[in-house]
Protein backbone atom coordinates (compact mmCIF):
# COMPACT_ATOMS: atom_id res chain seq x y z
CA UNK A 1 0.00 0.00 0.00
CA UNK A 2 1.86 3.41 -0.84
CA UNK A 3 1.20 6.04 1.28
CA UNK A 4 -0.52 9.96 0.62
CA UNK A 5 2.57 11.40 -0.58
CA UNK A 6 3.52 8.82 -3.32
CA UNK A 7 -0.21 8.92 -4.55
CA UNK A 8 -0.04 12.96 -4.77
CA UNK A 9 3.50 12.52 -6.57
CA UNK A 10 1.65 10.65 -9.44
CA UNK A 11 -0.86 13.45 -10.14
CA UNK A 12 -0.82 15.55 -12.75
CA UNK A 13 -0.54 19.39 -10.88
CA UNK A 14 -2.73 21.82 -12.77
CA UNK A 15 -1.54 25.62 -12.23
CA UNK A 16 -5.10 26.89 -13.79
CA UNK A 17 -7.07 27.23 -16.86
CA UNK A 18 -4.96 28.74 -19.70
CA UNK A 19 -8.02 29.47 -22.37
CA UNK A 20 -11.69 27.58 -23.49
CA UNK A 21 -11.25 27.29 -27.05
CA UNK A 22 -14.40 28.02 -29.62
CA UNK A 23 -14.93 26.78 -33.02
CA UNK A 24 -16.29 29.46 -34.83
CA UNK A 25 -17.49 29.02 -38.28
CA UNK A 26 -16.53 32.86 -39.36
CA UNK A 27 -13.76 34.68 -37.22
CA UNK A 28 -14.57 37.73 -38.05
CA UNK A 29 -17.95 37.62 -36.77
CA UNK A 30 -17.10 36.71 -33.69
CA UNK A 31 -14.47 38.70 -33.08
CA UNK A 32 -16.62 41.78 -33.72
CA UNK A 33 -19.39 40.18 -31.70
CA UNK A 34 -16.79 40.16 -29.12
CA UNK A 35 -15.20 43.49 -29.66
CA UNK A 36 -18.58 45.22 -30.05
CA UNK A 37 -21.08 43.18 -27.72
CA UNK A 38 -19.08 42.79 -24.54
CA UNK A 39 -16.05 45.58 -25.16
CA UNK A 40 -13.38 42.73 -24.78
CA UNK A 41 -9.81 43.24 -26.65
CA UNK A 42 -9.15 40.42 -29.32
CA UNK A 43 -5.69 39.49 -30.75
CA UNK A 44 -5.03 39.71 -34.38
CA UNK A 45 -5.91 36.72 -36.36
CA UNK A 46 -3.39 33.62 -37.22
CA UNK A 47 -3.16 31.10 -39.53
CA UNK A 48 -1.51 27.90 -37.85
CA UNK A 49 -1.71 25.92 -41.19
CA UNK A 50 0.15 23.06 -39.37
CA UNK A 51 -2.83 22.52 -36.86
CA UNK A 52 -5.41 23.80 -40.08
CA UNK A 53 -6.85 27.12 -37.79
CA UNK A 54 -7.04 30.40 -38.41
CA UNK A 55 -7.51 31.87 -34.33
CA UNK A 56 -7.85 35.04 -32.27
CA UNK A 57 -7.73 35.52 -28.42
CA UNK A 58 -10.00 37.48 -26.36
CA UNK A 59 -9.24 38.71 -23.73
CA UNK A 60 -11.31 38.25 -20.40
CA UNK A 61 -9.18 39.68 -17.62
CA UNK A 62 -8.79 36.03 -16.11
CA UNK A 63 -8.39 34.02 -18.92
CA UNK A 64 -8.80 33.91 -22.77
CA UNK A 65 -11.08 32.49 -25.07
CA UNK A 66 -9.47 31.34 -28.22
CA UNK A 67 -11.59 31.59 -31.32
CA UNK A 68 -11.05 29.04 -34.27
CA UNK A 69 -11.78 28.85 -37.34
CA UNK A 70 -11.53 26.04 -39.90
CA UNK A 71 -8.39 26.50 -42.49
CA UNK A 72 -8.23 23.95 -45.22
CA UNK A 73 -10.55 20.63 -45.83
CA UNK A 74 -9.16 18.70 -43.60
CA UNK A 75 -8.98 20.59 -40.45
CA UNK A 76 -10.42 19.33 -37.45
CA UNK A 77 -12.43 22.70 -36.04
CA UNK A 78 -14.29 21.81 -39.80
CA UNK A 79 -15.42 18.41 -38.75
CA UNK A 80 -16.16 19.72 -35.27
CA UNK A 81 -18.25 22.36 -37.46
CA UNK A 82 -19.86 19.58 -39.43
CA UNK A 83 -21.52 18.40 -36.12
CA UNK A 84 -22.41 22.13 -34.85
CA UNK A 85 -23.01 24.18 -37.19
CA UNK A 86 -23.59 27.32 -35.19
CA UNK A 87 -19.60 26.90 -33.19
CA UNK A 88 -19.07 26.08 -29.49
CA UNK A 89 -16.81 25.18 -26.62
CA UNK A 90 -14.31 23.10 -28.87
CA UNK A 91 -12.22 22.00 -25.75
CA UNK A 92 -10.17 23.90 -22.33
CA UNK A 93 -6.67 24.38 -21.98
CA UNK A 94 -5.41 23.19 -18.20
CA UNK A 95 -1.88 24.83 -17.48
CA UNK A 96 0.33 22.05 -15.77
CA UNK A 97 3.66 22.93 -13.31
CA UNK A 98 5.45 19.98 -14.78
CA UNK A 99 4.53 19.13 -18.34
CA UNK A 100 6.65 16.17 -18.57
CA UNK A 101 4.85 14.73 -15.58
CA UNK A 102 1.73 15.15 -16.94
CA UNK A 103 1.88 13.49 -20.11
CA UNK A 104 3.62 10.12 -18.35
CA UNK A 105 1.08 9.95 -15.68
CA UNK A 106 -1.59 10.31 -18.55
CA UNK A 107 -0.03 7.53 -20.07
CA UNK A 108 0.46 5.71 -17.35
CA UNK A 109 -3.40 5.93 -16.01
CA UNK A 110 -4.52 4.53 -19.39
CA UNK A 111 -5.96 7.77 -20.74
CA UNK A 112 -5.71 8.50 -24.77
CA UNK A 113 -3.09 10.97 -25.61
CA UNK A 114 -4.17 12.32 -29.42
CA UNK A 115 -1.88 12.04 -32.36
CA UNK A 116 0.35 10.20 -32.18
CA UNK A 117 0.81 10.05 -28.68
CA UNK A 118 3.36 12.29 -27.94
CA UNK A 119 3.80 15.89 -27.02
CA UNK A 120 3.52 18.56 -29.91
CA UNK A 121 4.63 22.42 -29.89
CA UNK A 122 2.54 24.80 -29.98
CA UNK A 123 2.28 28.31 -32.18
CA UNK A 124 4.02 30.27 -28.96
CA UNK A 125 6.37 27.65 -28.29
CA UNK A 126 5.20 25.35 -25.35
CA UNK A 127 4.63 21.83 -25.34
CA UNK A 128 1.10 20.43 -24.95
CA UNK A 129 -1.12 17.38 -25.69
CA UNK A 130 -4.62 16.65 -25.86
CA UNK A 131 -6.68 13.95 -23.61
CA UNK A 132 -9.29 12.03 -25.60
CA UNK A 133 -12.64 12.92 -24.61
CA UNK A 134 -13.56 8.97 -23.66
CA UNK A 135 -11.32 9.39 -20.74
CA UNK A 136 -12.05 12.37 -19.49
CA UNK A 137 -16.30 12.59 -19.13
CA UNK A 138 -16.58 13.96 -22.90
CA UNK A 139 -14.64 16.94 -22.74
CA UNK A 140 -11.52 17.07 -24.98
CA UNK A 141 -8.68 18.39 -22.40
CA UNK A 142 -5.79 20.16 -24.13
CA UNK A 143 -2.35 20.16 -21.26
CA UNK A 144 0.12 22.79 -21.92
CA UNK A 145 3.31 23.71 -19.69
CA UNK A 146 3.06 26.77 -18.14
CA UNK A 147 5.25 29.65 -18.99
CA UNK A 148 7.42 29.15 -15.95
CA UNK A 149 7.61 25.36 -16.69
CA UNK A 150 10.35 25.97 -19.45
Known sequence: ????????????KIK?????????????KAIDFYQNSFGCEVSNTKILENQGVKIAYVDLGNVQLEL????????PIKKFLDRNSSGGIHHFCLRTEDFERA??????EGMQVLGDGSASISHHGKKFFFIHPKDTFGSLIEIEEDQNDH
Open 1 to 12: MENNDSEKNKKI
Open 16 to 28: GLDHLSVAVPDIE
Open 68 to 75: MEPYGETS
Open 103 to 108: LQTTRQ
